[in-house]
């Protein structure tokens, strides 16, 4: 492991070790948000991040809450 990312971004220059990360990077560009939550909408770029924003909606209501 040499630490060498030779796969680089065409739009800002930052640089990935696979190309695998690379062709993820590119939403950071375009914007483009393919991940919806099924519960309220909201759109997400990455499935990690849609995976994250899930658990909110499984928190506990705050005393007083609807």
Not at 17 to 27: A, D, I, T, Y
Not at 34 to 49: H, I, M
Request: hydrophobic fraction near 20%; charged fraction near 25%.
């Amino acid at each position: 492991h040499t630490g060498e990312k030779p796969h680089q971004c065409a739009v800002c220059g930052k640089r990935f070790r696979e190309s695998f990360h690379l062709s993820k990077h590119h939403v950071v560009h375009t914007r483009e948000r393919p991940y919806k939550c099924d519960l309220c909408g909201k759109a997400f770029g990455y499935p990690q991040s849609l995976t994250r924003h899930k658990q909110i909606h499984r928190l506990p209501l705050p005393c007083g809450g609807p």
